[in-house]
């Protein structure tokens, strides 16, 4: 895949689809910025990369603080020059439903989930645009921006606006040779997914209730995403922009 030397910056790439796609990254050669505010599991993510020989570094990061953005970009800028590539993956899940959401959590939500692939994507273009050089943005996005359900309304809102911003993103950035588009997980076996579970109060009944509405009869794995993550930031995908692209086992066509 065409990744071999491309610079990419990964948020929330300390752990779950996150650290999968730094690995799958590493792995077919790019130079991987791991941006994540969980500095445990960042560094080991990074430490595992170079053990196998590949090139990788953390960037401590809030992605809802504008200034922590403008650092990673900064770092990555004078490590190995402006990013090819973006791959905006942090992100988390309220489960609650309408009622019971305050402005605060509903606010807090969408910062982490969308304002921060904005303010990522507006910033690394403009970087991609001054070196030059066209790019390539994923967005990751959820069958739960395409579908509803009674609980995380600011999720469902929020990656519905992600799906709608990678399509206007992906028309703003087109005479940049920037492309932009979105995938779509269905439920994926990371710790995101685990503590979602333990959200509803009791963690293995969670999960078995999640496990019991998958059409696969079974959840994600991680590496599942990278792999589709990968293919469309990488120039294979030289055709595709503004796409949604589910990997999600079937959930969204049931
Ligand atoms: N796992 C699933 O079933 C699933 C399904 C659909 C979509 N997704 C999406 O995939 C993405 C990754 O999910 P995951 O399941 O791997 O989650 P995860 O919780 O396992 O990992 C998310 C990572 O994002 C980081 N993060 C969260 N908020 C951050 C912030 N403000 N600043 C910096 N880092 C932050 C966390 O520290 C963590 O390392 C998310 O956008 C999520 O909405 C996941």
């Known amino acids: 895949m065409g990744l071999r030397d491309n610079i990419a ?7 779950g689809i996150g650290a999968a796609t730094a690995r799958r990254f590493a792995d077919e050669g ?7 505010r969980d500095v445990a599991h960042g560094e080991s993510v990074v430490a595992a990369i170079r053990e196998r020989g590949g090139q990788a570094l953390f960037c401590a990061c809030d992605v809802t603080v504008e200034a922590q953005v403008e650092r990673v970009l900064e770092t990555t800028l004078h490590a190995w020059g402006a990013p090819d590539i973006v791959v905006n993956n942090a992100g988390w899940q309220l489960n609650k439903p309408l ?15 969308l304002t921060s692939m904005f303010m990522f994507t507006r910033n690394a273009a403009r970087l991609m645009i001054e070196a030059g050089k066209g790019g390539s943005v994923v967005n990751v996005c959820s ?29 703003s950035l087109m005479p940049y040779n920037i492309r932009v588009n979105a995938v779509g997980p269905g439920t994926v076996d990371t710790p995101g997914l685990h503590s979602g579970a333990r959200d509803t109060g009791d963690e293995a009944a969670g999960l ?14 991680p590496e599942e995403i990278a792999e589709v993550i ?18 999600d086992g079937g959930y969204t066509i049931v």
Request: net charge neutral; glycine share 10%.
């Open 99 to 113: 009622l019971d959401t305050t402005v605060e959590e509903f606010d807090a939500v969408l910062r982490t989930n």
């Open 9 to 15: 910056v990964i948020t929330g790439a300390a752990n």
């Open 143 to 171: 069958t739960f921006a395409v579908v509803g359900s009674p609980g995380y309304t600011a999720y469902h809102a929020s990656k519905g606006g992600v799906a709608s911003f990678t399509r206007a993103a992906a028309i």
């Open 30 to 36: 790019a130079r991987v910025v791991v941006a994540d």
């Open 208 to 221: 078995q209730g999640f496990l019991a509405l998958q059409p696969l009869k079974r959840f994600g794995r």
């Open 230 to 247: 990968a293919f469309l930031a990488a120039d294979e995908a030289g055709f595709v922009t503004g796409a949604l692209w589910m990997a």
